[in-house]
């Protein structure tokens, strides 16, 4: 496998993002909670005029909401399906090459289960994939 990943952290452990998804790391100035919305959508921010959908990542994956001291520190911009989201993750390290294709692991613990797109190598070590439509998507569609 030669794509690239974008190494991030989420509810304190590492994993990774397909680059090639990526638009850009930002530092949202604001997000707006959305009455109503989901637990996992944290708010929505302005991004060059365009509005952001942020997802709380850690919620995403059902460990409740992440904890915020000063709003969301990183968010990854990512399109998916025309739209415009901010994955809102602990920090986004580096940008590594996959050594291998992904593999199914054998259980990587609840939530990651279900988000996952299996386990590649990196110079890093193992990296478990995230799949961007599952963490858009939030815990609903993970449970299925």
């Known amino acids: 496998m ?3 990943l974008l190494v991030v952290t989420v509810a304190g452990r590492r994993a990774a993002l397909p680059a090639e998804r990526v ?8 997000v707006v909670p959305v009455p109503r ?9 302005a991004l060059r005029s365009r509005p ?17 001291q000063d709003g969301i520190a990183r968010a990854v911009v990512v399109e998916h399906e025309g ?3 901010g994955l809102a993750v602990d920090a986004a390290d580096d940008i590594v090459p996959a050594l291998s294709e992904p593999n199914v692991p054998a259980d990587p613990g609840p939530g ?5 797109l299996g386990v590649v190598e990196s110079p890093l070590g193992p990296l478990l994939v995230l799949d961007i439509g599952r963490l858009v ?8």
């Open 2 to 4: 030669s794509a690239m």
């Open 23 to 30: 638009n850009s790391v930002v530092e949202p100035a604001s």
């Open 37 to 45: 919305a989901p637990v996992h959508v944290a708010g929505l921010a």
């Open 52 to 68: 952001l959908t942020i997802i709380d990542c850690q919620a995403a994956l059902g460990f409740g909401l992440a904890p915020s």
């Open 83 to 85: 739209h415009l989201y």
């Open 112 to 116: 990651w289960n279900s988000a996952s």
């Open 137 to 144: 998507a939030g815990t609903a569609a993970l449970d299925v």
